[in-house]
């Protein structure tokens, strides 16, 4: 069944490619936005964190998302 595990990398790209992100476990559901503001992009996530990269938004929501399940 690992093989069927999603990668963070394969997450960071569909965040940069559709310039939004939503992940649920079951349980809890965040979402990312990319923002285009006058410094390049930044993330914003449903829970109002900000991230300055789509790795650290992506990092964040993954371990959001165990935390919920632990």
Do not use: C
Request: hydrophobic share 35%; proline share 1%.
């Amino acid at each position: 069944m690992e093989g069927s595990l999603i990668k963070p990398e394969e997450l960071v790209d569909v965040l940069e490619e559709d310039g939004e992100l939503s992940i649920y476990n079951g349980a809890k559901e965040l979402f990312i936005q990319t923002v285009d503001d006058k410094e390049g992009y930044s993330y914003v996530s449903s829970t109002n964190e900000e991230f300055g990269s789509s790795r650290e938004a992506v990092e964040w929501a993954i371990n959001e998302i165990h935390k919920s399940i632990m």
